[in-house]
């Protein structure tokens, strides 16, 4: 992937919409794949207690602007 605007980050981007996580892991990054899936995951357990009705779609947005925006640093 050349950098931010990149089509490999426009494909990353897209993955997210499904899937929180799955972006990052196309970009090679599992880390961050797996703090946004956990994130995710966390905040539709937190549902259960009102919390996650404000967190869900914050991480969600997050995780797609993050793939979106990533910088190579090859």
Do not use: H, T
Not at 11 to 16: G, Q
Not at 30 to 59: D, E, N, R, T, Y
Request: glycine content about 12%; charged content about 5%; aromatic content about 14%.
């Amino acid at each position: 992937m050349s950098g931010q605007g990149s089509g490999g980050n426009v494909i990353a981007a897209i993955c997210n919409v499904f899937f929180p996580g799955l972006g990052q892991l196309v970009q090679g990054r599992i880390l961050a794949a797996i703090f946004f899936f956990l994130g995710m995951a966390i905040s539709w357990v937190l549902v259960w207690v009102a919390i996650g009705w404000l967190l869900v779609p914050i991480v969600y947005l997050w995780s797609i602007i993050d793939a979106a925006r990533f910088k190579s640093s090859d």
